[in-house]
């Protein structure tokens, strides 16, 4: 009686599936407490497991609609689903060409979160609301006493519990200023930040 024939082991090793990450690449003009956040946002399990962000620092901390044109650039790479410009809009005299830099980013699909008047206007939200009108340097003020630093360098990690609060309180001046009418420049204070945060992190997270 012949041998009977078995079917040859597929000895190639079977790997689990796993989706993709998304590539973001994020745009700052400060050189400290922005890339400061943004990288604690990179070192959290699931935003690292699911997004790979690339931090991009302006070396002459360069105004909005320089970071624009720079975020346009890189985006026509294949390799990147997402392109964000972080910048501020400054008070009492604000950034240059900053409607420019708007439309601009908008034509391109170039997503932004601008901090009215300040990226540290972002940071207080951590810790108590605030919807009072800020100049620049009441807002700096104001958030190194909240947190006790003393330059522009934070320890972002304390601000990583706090960040969803944040985002909601963020949300809700966003929706007063649009049911008061208030159109930028004049939606002092705001953060777009909380849209960041959106976007780089899963659902539910």
Not at 13 to 26: D, Q
Not at 175 to 204: K, Q, T, W
């Amino acid at each position: 009686m012949a041998p009977r024939r078995t079917k040859a082991k597929d000895l190639r090793r079977r790997t689990a599936s796993r989706p993709e990450r998304r590539t973001i690449v994020v745009f700052c003009e400060g050189e400290a407490s922005e890339p400061d956040y943004i990288n604690a946002l990179k070192r959290l399990p699931h935003v690292r497991g699911n997004t790979a962000i690339d931090i991009e620092v302006d070396p002459n901390q360069g105004v909005p609609l320089t970071l624009v044109r720079r975020a346009i650039e890189r985006s026509r790479d294949d390799e990147i689903d997402e392109c964000w410009c972080v910048f501020d809009v400054e008070w009492p005299k604000h950034h240059p060409n900053l409607d420019q830099a708007i439309q601009l980013a908008a034509d391109h699909g170039i997503r932004l979160a601008i901090s009215n008047p300040c990226f540290e206007l972002w940071l207080i939200l951590h810790f108590e609301d605030r919807t009072a009108f800020l100049d620049t340097a009441a807002a700096e003020r104001m958030s190194r006493k909240l947190d006790g630093r003393d330059g522009k360098r934070i320890d972002a990690e304390r601000y990583m519990p706090h960040r969803k609060m944040a985002a909601g309180r963020a949300a809700r001046l966003a929706g007063r200023h649009e049911r008061d009418g208030s159109r930028f420049p004049d939606d002092n204070p705001s953060s777009g930040m909380y849209e960041l945060l959106a976007a780089v992190e899963p659902e539910g997270r």
